[in-house]
């Protein structure tokens, strides 16, 4: 048995064998996977920054071993000053940049410590979280092709951010959330240490002169925490009252601000209780529940970060004619632009082959590991990687048009939906919290009946124990978690309200053509009409130029035929076929029925050629079943959800495919009308459907259906009306998401069981005046982060578990 690779000391990835590449450390020899990475370990060593290696909680990316191409392709920023970052004064620029590879403080502090000394540079900071660093540089010291080659020197290769005000607004976000959390944090602390002496004083004896001094400094230091860090609070509490409705916010600000001022109003007077430690207590546990909510909210957009990175910042462009190339930025390219790819890079742009045929790898789009043949005339996705030969590409779609931008619409897309969970979990809030405010008001009005001293004491417990934070993270904690486990498994989803119909699914409906089938159809045989003078090579010949017209699934049956001729006046006709004149002739391919060779008969699953004298050739084509769709259907089954087929295709065809999958119901020569009025009939019966699909004349079952899903290769406009759109190769991706949808479901659960037992137990013991306002604020805050650790179980691990059909999105293989 062949020995284990030993991993990289750097990146952690397998080292080649045969390829003795070492660096030293500690006197021993480790070994590297390539020469990129024996350089940035060198350069740390040498540098002194050997540290790194030692407080690292993560493996680095893989190092870049061809420095001489980033710092070509950076050249050109040099000479671009409206992309030096924003002014800031004094010559100084703030420049916002991704880097790739940034796992842990270790990172943040190796490129602080290897740009901050160098000259030119004033100050950098690093968002671990995001992978954002933000530089204050000064352009006429350095240059942004210094800054880029440092950063990829060491292993972290930059990129200029897409949407960069988007970026630095969530950056600013993070960044004043984090200080507001300090804030509160550092006043807590220092509030607490004086409230042990006041609670110390009250049980031994103390001065008055020590009292007054101790609620001074707490009334001091509680000031820039209810001013500064609580003002979220304030903020949002008063939106919503001028909104007219009731948020968790209202109960909130309630508390702070009535525990604040009574507290000055006794401190000031010189008798009653002062709260100062429990507001500021209050203050910093919600916030830090903020803090982590707005944390994995911005961590839920990086799906759509990963998508844009898959774009190079620069293209190569050629000019109309002969000449050289010149490098711009990949955002400039126009439509009708001819760029040209070198062996190894990804492609900047959606466009179409011109020179040259090569490999395409599509696995970062689609998962697919096996690079695929393009070759003249054919599409690329920008972001794809080109593993053949340099070519030439004429751009077709650029910025929004781009298959990757679409994408990440439909990323965020799903991020904007409120779904059902989410609605249901806020109208309980909204009515919780006007509960709450009657029970704090009937509890006011008690105790100033019985002991007006301890009244503002069981008020304040009540407002802040029965602080609905939890029941409203309830959903929407799930389902950010879900979805970011979707997008590591190769699926976006553009509709969060679907977990919840997905999750109660019993019949599962797909098509037929490129869904349950490869997509991939071949010309299994071909019969050609001896009167008709046509030879077979002939026929294809006319077939492919007619089929280069149609969008369905078949027509790519024809894509390997000869030299095709030009085809004029082309019409489509839905669920039929194609015609158009082929040297002033009309010709026409599609079924029987519309080439007026038969009635759709269940037995005729052949695809016609017709001209005006009569039929020409009949071609029998074959598609091959998905390998692994017998398996999820079976698998849908034993969870209890019928399966069934409906499909525009002739019932010969529909019917061996059902019979290879085991599938009982099927239906034959379905137009989009016929599938819609099926799935409404199902739903009258009570059931809930379930459509896969991946045409256009799939889109509107896939909008009338409870919940739909696409398959790779799915046309934009079927991708625009599902639910669902995985992008991997694999349909076992349909059991393993309606597994997440009832996980999620599940976990929705148990966040409002938890939520409403909690207060329904803290709640009686805060009215009876049992409770204090600390131990209140303390336990809000728990029973928030601990909604939050049940959701989070719904993302763990799911990218290393994930089938190499469906890997994360945008995940590279190398840095």
């Known amino acids: 048995m062949a020995d284990r690779p030993q991993p ?9 064998p045969g390829v003795p590449i070492e660096v030293e450390h500690d006197g021993e020899r480790r070994p590297v996977c390539c020469h990129g990475c024996q350089a940035v370990s060198e350069l740390i060593f040498s540098t002194g920054l050997n540290r790194y290696y030692q407080f690292r909680t993560a493996q680095a990316r893989r190092a870049d071993d061809d420095l001489e191409r980033v710092a070509a392709a950076w050249a050109a920023c040099d000479q671009r000053p409206d992309l030096w970052g924003e002014e800031a004064g004094d010559g100084l620029r703030d420049l916002l940049l991704q880097t790739e590879g940034v796992s842990c403080a270790a990172c943040a502090w190796l490129i602080r410590s ?125 939106a919503s009252l001028r909104a007219g409705r009731l948020n968790m916010d209202v109960p909130v600000a309630l508390a702070i601000g009535i525990a604040f001022l009574a507290s000055c109003f006794n401190f000031l007077r010189g008798q009653g209780e002062v709260y100062f430690d429990s507001v500021v207590m209050f203050v910093f546990f919600l916030a830090s529940a903020r803090y982590i909510q707005m944390v994995q909210s911005h961590r839920n957009l990086q799906g759509g970060a990963a998508l844009a990175r898959l774009l190079p910042e620069w293209a190569f462009r050629l000019p109309p004619g002969d000449g ?29 082959l011109l020179l040259g045929a090569t490999q395409v790898d599509e696995a970062l ?26 070519v030439e ?18 990323l965020l897309k799903a991020g904007a939906g409120a779904s059902r969970f989410v609605s249901s979990s806020e109208r309980i809030a909204g009515v919780f919290v006007a509960a709450v405010l009657i029970i704090a008001m009937l509890t006011a009005g008690a105790w100033l009946y019985l002991e007006p001293e301890h009244t503002l004491s069981a008020v304040l417990a009540v407002l802040v124990v029965s602080c609905p934070c939890a029941l409203s993270l309830a959903a929407p904690a799930a389902i950010a978690a879900a979805g970011r486990k979707l997008v590591g498994q190769g699926v976006l989803m553009s509709n969060g309200d679907a977990l919840e119909a997905l999750a109660e699914v019993d019949l599962a409906v797909f098509d037929k053509t490129g869904t349950l089938t490869c997509g991939r159809p071949e010309v299994a045989a071909t019969v050609v009409n001896a009167s008709s003078g046509i030879s077979e090579q002939q026929a294809l010949a006319m077939a492919a130029a007619l089929e280069a017209h149609s969008a369905h699934p078949l027509a790519r049956a024809f894509r390997s035929a000869p030299q095709t001729p030009v085809t004029a006046q082309v019409e489509r006709v839905e669920h039929g076929g194609v015609r158009g004149l082929i040297d002033g002739q009309t010709w026409a391919i599609g079924s029987a029925e519309f080439t007026g060779m038969g ?45 069934a087929i409906a499909s525009g295709d002739a019932g010969k065809a529909v ?35 379930l459509m896969v699909g991946d045409g256009v004349n799939d889109a509107p079952v896939l909008a009338a259906a409870d919940v739909s899903m696409t398959v790779p290769g799915a046309s934009d406009l079927a991708n625009s009306a599902a639910d669902f759109i995985i992008t991997g190769e694999s349909l076992a991706a349909v059991g393993e998401v309606r597994k997440l949808a009832q996980a999620t479901r599940r976990v929705v ?53 994930a089938p190499a059909s469906t890997r994360p999105l945008g995940q590279a293989t190398a840095a």
């Open 8 to 16: 990289c000391f750097h990146c952690g990835e397998p080292c080649p």
């Open 114 to 238: 290897r740009l901050e000394p160098r000259e030119g540079v004033e100050r950098v900071q690093v968002d671990v979280g995001s992978g954002y660093t933000r530089i204050l540089w000064n352009p006429g010291q350095t240059t942004l092709r210094a800054i880029a080659t440092e950063l990829t020197r060491i292993g972290y290769r930059p990129h200029l951010p897409l949407a960069e005000a988007e970026e630095r607004e969530r950056l600013n976000a993070r960044r004043s959330a984090m200080l507001r959390l300090g804030v509160a944090g550092l006043g807590m602390m220092q509030v607490m240490m004086y409230a042990v002496g006041l609670y110390a004083g009250e049980a031994l004896g103390i001065s008055l002169t020590a009292q007054r001094f101790l609620e001074w400094t707490s009334l001091l230091v509680s000031i820039p925490v209810v001013l500064y860090s609580a003002r979220p609070f304030f903020t949002a509490a008063a």
């Open 324 to 352: 050289e190339a010149e490098t711009v930025l990949a955002s400039e390219l126009q439509v009708g632009d001819r760029v040209r790819v070198r062996t190894g890079e990804p492609f900047p742009a959606d466009g179409t």
């Open 365 to 390: 789009l689609t998962g697919e590991s096996v690079a695929v043949e393009r070759g003249p005339g054919e599409a690329v996705v920008g972001g794809s990687i080109n593993r053949g030969q340099p």
């Open 393 to 410: 590409v004429q751009v077709t779609a650029v910025g929004r048009d781009l298959t990757v931008s679409a994408l990440g619409r439909m």
């Open 599 to 643: 009635s759709a008969s269940q037995d005729s699953a052949a695809v016609w050629l017709t001209n005006a004298s009569g039929w020409v050739a009949r071609f029998e084509l074959r598609d091959e079943t998905r390998p692994e769709a017998k398996a999820m259907l079976r698998e849908l089954e034993r969870e209890g959800v019928e399966v």
């Open 655 to 689: 019917s061996e495919v059902a019979n290879r999958l085991g599938i009982n119901q099927w239906f034959w020569r379905q137009d989009p009308a016929a599938k819609m009025d099926r799935v409404r009939d199902w739903q009258s019966e009570g059931r809930r459907v």
């Open 749 to 801: 659960r148990q966040n409002l069981a938890w939520a409403l037992v909690y207060n329904v137990v803290a709640l009686p013991l805060a009215v009876s005046g049992l409770l204090e306002p600390w131990m209140a604020a303390l336990g809000m805050s728990l029973s928030s982060l601990l909604v939050v650790a049940n959701s989070a179980r719904l993302a763990r691990g799911d990218a290393r578990q």
